[in-house]
């Protein structure tokens, strides 16, 4: 690559910098130092129900997300600035071939020609469907095991849920229909104790009645 070529990249370079600074200084004064009560007017959180901050938290978690990831665009861009200074802008760090002009013209701070790119990706994810190598090897009661509409009839991860959803969950009446009682203030909190199938119910119910009534 000439120098000209190596110019031009170089003053893209500044400016993207130059972008993402402005971008960073930006997110980390308005959305992340920010208190999220101020942001939504509140004086104090205290008296607020959990769901009622859910809103703010979840875009304080997107503005840390879009701020990590401008400050890994700006490694990236130090880093091709750098490769400029070392004569080594525009060489594949992996195989040390060429990467192509067209490639640097989309991505400027690219370090990896398109094949050990493609290499790397497959090797930082390599299931295709998302699940991490550690989950094939977990069974419950670690593994997800909600198998309610099954005839699966052992404790599964929703009895596991309903078991602790027993001593109090954020949830009050109203958030739940036909509930009236904070302590039934959960899915599924109408599900007899003790039953698996259909049949037991009549079992349950009984041997309730008569301790009732004993």
Known sequence: MNQEKISQF????????TSLRQVEESLEAWAIRNNMNEIAGELSGYDQHPSDVGSQMFE?????????????QLDKVEHALKAIEW???????????EISEERLQTLPYVSLC??????????????????SVEKDVLNPPLARSLKEHSD????DS???????????????PQDIPGVDDYDDAYLDANEELGVVTPFEVIAVRDRTWTKKNS
């Open 87 to 97: 004569r080594t802008y525009g060489q594949c760090e992996n195989c040390g071939k």
């Open 158 to 172: 929703e009895d596991a849920w309903q078991a602790v959803a027993r001593f109090g969950t954020a949830n009050s």
């Open 152 to 155: 699966y009839s052992e404790f």
């Open 60 to 72: 304080r978690e997107k503005n840390i997300g879009l701020l990590e990831n401008i400050e890994s």
């Open 10 to 17: 170089k003053q893209r370079l500044l400016e993207e910098r």
């Open 114 to 131: 398109v094949d050990c790119q493609r290499d790397a990706e497959e090797l930082e994810s390599p299931d295709v469907s998302g699940r």
